[in-house]
C-alpha cells in the first residue's frame, strides 16, 4: 500500500502562486504514473497533471501553461506549482498513485482563491 500525504494548500487571491507537495512512502520511481486531482464543491473531480515514471507530462486544458507538476526523486515527492490561479482554480486537491494493479489517494489539501 501506499500511503500519500499532501501539504501546501491555503487560501490565495486571484493572480496568486501556491505550490502543492505530496509526499509519497515509498519510492515514486517504482509508480507507474503520480497525478492530481482536484475536486469543486458539486462537481465531480478531474484530472489536473500526472507525471510517469519516465517523466512525461500531461495537463488538463484549464490549467496549461499555469501549473506545472515535477518531482523529487530522491523526497520521493510530487508537485504541483500552481502560478495565475483564478477563483476557478478553488477546490480540494488530491495527490494520486498508480501503482499496478492499485491506485491510492491521499487526503487532500484545500485550495481557495478568493479575493
Known amino acids: 500500500q501506499v500511503h500519500l500525504v499532501e501539504s501546501g494548500g491555503g487560501l490565495v487571491q486571484p493572480g496568486g502562486s501556491l505550490r502543492l507537495s505530496c509526499v509519497a512512502s515509498?519510492?515514486?520511481?517504482?509508480?507507474?504514473?503520480m497525478a492530481w486531482h482536484r475536486q469543486a464543491p458539486g462537481k465531480q473531480r478531474e484530472l489536473v497533471a500526472a507525471?510517469?515514471?519516465?517523466?512525461?507530462?500531461n495537463y488538463a486544458d484549464s490549467v496549461k501553461g499555469r501549473f506545472t507538476i515535477s518531482r523529487d526523486t530522491a523526497k520521493n515527492t510530487v508537485y504541483l506549482q500552481m502560478n495565475s490561479l483564478k477563483p476557478e482554480d478553488t477546490a480540494v486537491y488530491y495527490c494520486?498513485?498508480?501503482?499496478?494493479?492499485?491506485?491510492?489517494w491521499g487526503q487532500g489539501t484545500q485550495v481557495t482563491v478568493s479575493s
Open positions: 507525471i510517469t515514471r519516465s517523466g512525461g507530462r
Open positions: 515509498e519510492n515514486i520511481v517504482s509508480i507507474n504514473h
Open positions: 494520486y498513485a498508480d501503482r499496478y494493479p492499485a491506485g491510492y
